[in-house]
């Protein structure tokens, strides 16, 4: 099981397209459901803020295997991982994210297994 939170900064005047980004996802969430059973992905959950006059958003993914996710996500020729990609590249400062491995997670993760 993989659980991982990226940090990654807005480019600048990219905020109100990162809103319509998320709004889209928002606005696509049952489909967008659907393509992470595909990818074996149990939780993706985003948050923005504001730091330092700058915005940021924060994504939380707990899936099986981040690689495969990546994968097939990736590979999935699904037009809402396309526009998903494509608001991404529009929107973050790739040489601002951060990956970040958590030091504890508590809880039933057996909830998650595939059966």
């Known amino acids: ?12 005047g990219k905020e109100d397209l990162t809103k ?11 489909e967008g459901e659907e393509t992470l059973k595909q990818e074996k992905e149990h939780l993706e959950i985003y948050f923005t803020n504001m730091e330092n006059g700058a915005m940021y958003v924060y994504m939380f993914v707990l899936a099986d295997d981040l690689e495969y996710a990546g994968k097939v996500a990736a590979a999935s020729g699904n037009p809402l991982d396309a526009k998903h ?6 929107c973050i400062d790739t040489e601002s994210v ?8 508590l809880g039933d993760f057996t909830v998650f297994q595939q059966k």
């Open 1 to 12: 099981m993989d659980l991982v939170l990226w940090k990654a900064k807005v480019i600048e």
């Open 20 to 30: 319509e980004w998320l709004n889209f996802l928002k606005a696509n969430k049952k």
């Open 85 to 90: 990609f494509e608001y991404m590249a529009a």
């Open 98 to 105: 951060v990956q970040m491995e958590p030091e504890l997670a």
